[in-house]
């Protein structure tokens, strides 16, 4: 366990869980963001970021021979199952739906701030550059968890989350009867495999507005990987290529025309739409588990807004002309831990870091402590 002085603070406010809907509008090119009845990716994020923390917090809790019984629905009846059964008092669910709030709306903020980035949302058969800002962001999330830069980690695995689900949406990978997310796509040890070439043509004309799977039966059977073209402003792709879809893309009005996007439930896509849904979500559970593995528990948890305080220290000159403020200081020290305990509020360590020599000042009290907690961390 590392411990810093910044982190020695008095009391600071426990951090709860909760969800928090939040959807920002943005061009069709990724999962319905007004919802109308469809997934969304602000639903499918907080549903695995849900699912993953309760899985964390059962796992803490078991590990120390208590039980995970939530006693409720409730997000804070669910922080205090995870504080375990000395938790009491009232919970707060601030901090984390602060913690989700920044995760869904740099999600949300990819189709506004990366709108014509291609390998953002996969699109025009770009996997390896798309992987690639997979493979990027998980690596920089692990860094800054290192660093306890929680802000950066939150703001980069929103962006990494959506690029991610968009893959299973804008992707053929469900038309090819695929059930279980790509693993390749956040492991780089792993290839990407069967891609479809810029000469191979992948789809076939729609002159309607319904074409259920309009993949062509070669690639099908080849398993060939392809994804949609997706042009703002130029109706231009390559020969044969399968169109992402919609009003905002003009290369849906070249033939072949149509598209592949699995962004919004139709009549003609409700079985493959759900598929996408289905995997993204399990994909993003996935890539989640990977980095709380690499993390650990208890700082991902920290990163996502669930913790016992910091530690909390008390500094005390034991100089014998103190023994009256020493005698007070112990007073008000039994006072706070005892308010403290088993409440949201009580520090997950105590430090008392006595001193005597009446030539120190605050200067070199607050040196001392800092030694004090080097020390610690290089026991632990």
Known sequence: MRAKLSNCVIMASLLGVALLVFALPGPNMAFDP?????????????MA????????????????GDVFSPTGPSQDELVQACLGP????????????????DITVQNGLVDHDFDSSAPHHFHSETFLEGRGLILEGMLAIKANIREENFMAVRETLGRILHTLQDFY???????????????????PDLP??????????????CDSETC????????????KLTSGYFGVYSSIKPHGKCSHGGDDDLTSTAVPRGGISKDDRRSDNVALQEAAVKIATAASLQLLEDIRSAAGDRDFLR??????????CFVIDTTGSMSDDIEEARSVVNEIIDSKKGT?????????????????????????????????TDSS
């Open 303 to 312: 990163m996502m807004g669930i913790a016992r305080s910091s530690v909390l």
């Open 86 to 101: 000395t938790a009491k008092g009232d919970v707060s669910s601030a901090k984390f739906r602060s913690a989700i709030r």
């Open 212 to 223: 259920p799977n309009p993949i062509l039966p070669d690639i099908l059977r080849e398993k």
């Open 34 to 46: 007004y919802g109308r009845g469809a997934s969304t990716h602000d639903s499918i994020t907080k």
């Open 169 to 187: 949406s804008h992707s053929n990978w469900v038309e090819l009867g695929k059930k279980e997310p790509y693993i390749n796509l956040i492991r």
């Open 344 to 376: 949201q509020d009580e520090p997950s360590e105590y430090i008392l870091v006595p001193f005597n020599d009446p030539g120190m000042n605050n200067f070199t009290s607050l040196t001392l402590l800092g030694t004090h907690l080097r020390n610690q």
């Open 49 to 64: 970021l849900l699912q993953i923390v309760t899985e964390t917090c059962r796992t803490v809790i078991e590990k120390t």
């Open 192 to 205: 990407l495999e069967n891609l479809a070439d810029v000469n191979t043509p992948t789809c076939r004309d």
